[in-house]
């Protein structure tokens, strides 16, 4: 055939099938590997799949760490304030000894200061919390508040030289006790979101109608007795604190429920 033959010779065509069929090695094996990468990774030397979405593995740090220090606080605020309340009921019970009763309830309530001021405190220092910031402050403030009250009530029955507490006043006192444990309770349905918080929301709830209706019949007879009136004063405003220790354990609760439905 005329000019030069552009046809390979038996041995070119052997080498050229040779690298064609390195080529084709070389290409699997690059696919290969970007498939294996593709189906996990290694973490500290732990396979995560990421063909199903990504598993947990207990070498992977935690992206969002919970400070649980903050539930710790508000259980011993919690716990406080159950303390503060069956002394306030002693109090009203063995009269006599009423002075170092009043002085546990008191010691009670500095020591809630201090958890208030230490929640505070890993507030404005805390840089991811567990629960919203503005509801860690309600509750840490509601809880005070409700301590503030128990002590109020311990300090004025002193204070007003009470010579003896009325039976509407150790029913009142009896009462609060009630919701002082059911919003501890509730307290501690808050690390784990327990569904079990709405039953003593609804106990709360229904402790502070009963202290309503109690608060509504003292007063109506401190008015139809014959009673002096630097008494009806007296008893009128020691009544109404220890009400309003109920709507505190309200609010307390209130916050929780806000908090668990926010969270859940």
């Known amino acids: 055939m005329g000019g030069g033959d552009c046809r390979p010779t038996g041995s070119q065509s052997r080498s050229a099938r040779s690298a064609a069929s390195a080529r084709?090695?070389?290409?699997?094996?690059?696919?290969?590997?970007?498939?294996?990468?593709?189906?996990?990774?290694?973490?500290?030397?732990?396979?995560?799949?990421?063909r199903n979405g990504l598993r947990y593995s207990p070498t992977v740090f935690r992206l969002v760490p919970r400070e649980q220090k903050f539930f710790d606080l508000f259980e011993q605020q919690g716990a406080n304030i159950v303390a503060a309340a069956r002394a306030l009921e002693t109090l009203t019970l063995d009269?006599?000894?009423?002075?170092?009763?009043?002085?546990?309830?008191?010691?009670?309530?500095?020591?809630g200061d201090t958890l208030t001021h230490e929640l505070v405190r890993r507030l404005n220092t805390t840089f991811i919390t567990p629960i919203d910031r503005e509801d860690i402050y309600a509750l840490s403030s509601r809880l005070d508040d409700v301590l503030d009250l128990i002590d109020a009530v311990a300090d004025r029955l002193l204070l007003y030289k009470i010579t003896a507490p009325t039976d509407g006043c150790i029913a009142m006192?009896?009462?609060?006790v009630k919701a002082a444990e059911e919003t501890d309770r509730a307290v501690h349905c808050l690390r784990n979101l327990s569904a079990f918080y709405h039953k003593h929301?609804?106990?709360?709830?229904?402790?502070?109608?009963?202290?309503?209706?109690?608060?509504?019949?003292?007063?109506?007879?401190?008015?139809?007795?014959?009673?002096?009136?630097?008494?009806?004063?007296?008893?009128?405003?020691?009544y109404e604190t220890m009400e309003s220790v109920t709507d505190r354990?309200?609010?307390?609760?209130?916050?929780?429920?806000?908090?668990?439905?926010?969270m859940a």
């Open 24 to 50: 084709r090695r070389s290409h699997r094996a690059s696919r290969s590997h970007r498939s294996d990468g593709a189906r996990g990774v290694s973490t500290a030397g732990r396979a995560i799949d990421l």
């Open 95 to 111: 009269y006599p000894n009423a002075k170092t009763h009043a002085q546990t309830i008191e010691d009670l309530e500095h020591a």
């Open 173 to 176: 006192a009896k009462i609060i």
């Open 201 to 238: 929301c609804v106990e709360v709830n229904r402790l502070e109608n009963e202290a309503d209706r109690l608060l509504r019949d003292q007063l109506a007879a401190l008015f139809e007795g014959r009673v002096e009136v630097i008494e009806v004063i007296k008893w009128k405003e020691l």
């Open 249 to 262: 354990c309200e609010d307390v609760v209130n916050v929780i429920e806000g908090i668990v439905l926010k």
